[in-house]
């Protein structure tokens, strides 16, 4: 982000010192607070349910096993019992000893296209200061874990040299958040999915997806109305992110244990109900929750939420070399 300086802001060795001390008690904060009971609440539908307090609906149960099985989510967002991929299995493991955190703080690339809508492409002229967010305008790829490897543009330095050489086998790889709070949303907007009246959000990490329903409709058809363009540019007859998914930002080391995973539009459905259990605030309610002064949003379906906001994407220039020819270079695939 800051040309060749991670430390740009020039600063003698003792304010250096001083100042990583403050980022290093920042830090200490945040996580302890990330541990607190603000945030680490385990307070959702589906805790009650592990404690035996709360019974899942049917298609809350439904969505459950799907999670763990046809669905293929429980691969990499982890909710404390074994997978069961194959028709007839049976899960034969011990229930986790801790709350469940729904992530295996691993990484992949789920082939997500690029979201012209950042505000991000957009920011190629120097701001007050004279600082540039995005030189590259629509030449910026975000590469993700890769990008780090190579302590490359936008990043922090690697601290490990020796992980450089593995930069191409993980180039697209985002880090797997948590799915718990997916679903949260404060009272006066009490969903994620039109018709509402919903609380907008953005999913994956450029918030290209708009509801959970998407979401799950993504992982189920990605390859299966998958096209060679971007978005914006679905062909005629089609509709984006209904039975068209625009190519991925990064074609290299795509997951390939989700995108064609036949599951039908109830049991879709059925994992996004599922989804909403995992909300905190069930059991002990946020005092707070209630403060939210925006405006929530309604009207269309989940299925097609956000697409009246949709940017075509302009004609994509080629990957800058500041990141694309940056050693070792992106490959078997060249990215585009």
Not at 163 to 177: E, I, L, N
Not at 215 to 231: G, I, Q, W
């Amino acid at each position: 982000m800051f040309g060749a300086s991670t430390t740009p802001v020039r600063l003698s060795a003792t304010d250096r010192t001083r100042a990583n001390t403050v980022y290093d008690h920042w830090a200490q904060s945040i996580d302890s607070y990330e541990q607190s009971v603000q945030v680490s609440a385990f307070s959702s539908k589906f805790d009650a349910f592990l404690k035996g307090t709360y019974t899942l609906s049917a298609d809350e149960m439904a969505g459950f096993r799907l999670f763990d099985g046809k669905g293929n989510c429980n691969s990499c967002h982890l909710d404390g019992r074994g997978t069961t991929l194959k028709s007839g299995q049976t899960d034969t493991s011990t229930a986790a000893m801790v709350n469940p955190l729904f992530t295996c703080f691993g990484s992949a690339n789920e082939g997500v296209p690029l979201n012209p809508g950042n505000a991000f492409y957009y920011e190629t002229t120097p701001d007050a200061f004279g600082f540039t967010p995005n030189p590259y305008g629509f030449g910026y790829r975000d590469l993700g874990l890769g990008t780090f490897l190579r302590s490359g543009f936008g990043s922090g330095a690697n601290p490990n040299q020796t992980w450089t050489q593995f930069a191409p086998t993980v180039d697209g790889q985002m880090q797997v958040s948590s799915a718990r709070d997916v679903a949260m949303t404060p009272p006066q907007c009490p969903t994620t999915e039109a018709p509402g009246p919903y609380f907008q959000k953005g999913f994956f990490h450029n918030g290209y997806i708009k509801s959970l329903k998407q979401l799950v409709h993504f992982y189920n058809t990605r390859d299966k109305y998958a096209y060679p363009v971007t978005s914006g540019h679905c062909p005629a007859g089609t509709t984006e992110k209904v039975d068209c998914w625009p190519m991925p930002e990064v074609k290299n080391n795509i997951d390939m244990t989700t995108g064609n995973l036949g599951l039908t539009d109830q049991e879709e459905n059925q994992i996004v109900v599922f989804l909403q259990t995992l909300t905190d605030g069930f059991t002990r309610p946020y005092p707070n929750i209630d403060t939210f002064t925006g405006t929530c949003m309604s009207g269309g379906s989940a299925k097609t939420q956000g697409n009246e906001f949709l940017i075509p994407t302009p004609p994509l220039p080629p990957c800058a070399s500041a990141i694309c020819d940056v050693a070792p270079v992106p490959g078997p695939k060249p990215i585009p």
